[in-house]
């Protein structure tokens, strides 16, 4: 089945850079089914549409509810016999999966909350196959500060930018954040090359919700444009790195 087919075609302003570094990847393989881990994958935005495109996709997520949510909703697209749930946190990765057996990794929004994020990594590593790739969203320190410093909260925007994990505090909901000199060092510390940095979200957290929905198509293109960009892509609510094993 030919990924055009998908929701992976179809993406939102909030999504487009990481579905279209993905969509290249997958281009790299024509006719052939990956197989695929989504850690910390939930209800499987990713994963349900990578199934439709013919792979197999093994979702780890420590909800049990996301999961059940995951597997109705892979039911309902017909592509149940290619989606694995698995329950389990992210710092356990490397007691549920096997070594080199992936050839693409997700990442989403994991690094953030683990205990041990050079743990994970290091797993993530282990569990691809030699040129297999990983796919890792963080959350951006830049993004932070600036946000809070637009919406008054000044305070918090400096204890964020002084914080060495860039959190607002003891009530943060995360408990680090990154550039793209620490996200990239992290990988590489793992034995990753990060080929390619982008930015997600450059503008749709920042734009009233009205603007956003006058001219959806606009906006996303826009996401696009900006979203490899130096400063641009820096200041993104998140930062995404498709790092390759050698």
Same mark, same amino acid.
């Given at each position: 089945m030919e990924i055009a087919s998908t929701r992976a075609a179809r993406p939102s302003?909030?999504?487009a850079a990481v579905w279209a570094v993905l969509r290249r990847e997958l281009e790299r393989h024509p006719g052939r089914e990956l197989t695929v881990l989504d850690?910390?994958?939930?209800t499987g935005g990713f994963a349900v549409p990578l199934a439709e495109a013919g792979h197999t996709v093994? =979702?780890?997520d420590a909800s049990p509810d996301a999961l059940a949510a995951l597997t109705?909703? @892979? &039911?309902?697209?017909? =592509?149940?016999?290619?989606?694995?749930a698995v329950q389990g946190d992210g710092?356990?990765? @490397? &007691?549920?999966?096997a070594p080199a057996s992936a050839d693409l990794i997700l990442c989403h929004a994991v690094l953030e909350v683990v205990d041990d994020p050079a743990g994970v990594v290091a797993a993530i590593a282990g569990a691809l196959r030699p040129g297999g790739a990983a796919s890792v969203l963080v959350a951006s320190r830049a993004a932070a500060i600036l946000g809070r410093a637009i919406n008054g909260h000044l305070r918090a925007a400096t204890a964020v930018a002084s914080d060495p994990e860039g959190r607002a505090g003891t009530r943060d909901t995360l408990r680090r954040r990154?550039?793209?000199e620490s996200a990239t060092a992290l990988l590489g510390a793992a034995g990753l090359t990060v080929e390619q940095i982008h930015g997600v979200r450059v503008l749709a957290d920042l734009l009233p919700a009205a603007v956003v929905e006058e001219d959806p198509q606009t906006l996303l293109d826009l996401e696009l444009e900006l979203s490899s960009r130096p400063p641009f892509r820096d200041i993104a609510s998140q930062l995404h790195l498709f790092a390759r094993k050698p």
């Open positions: 302003a909030r999504t850690v910390g994958g939930g093994t =979702v780890v109705r909703r @892979a &039911a309902d697209a017909a =592509v149940a016999d290619r989606v694995r710092d356990a990765l @490397a &007691a549920l999966v990154y550039d793209a």
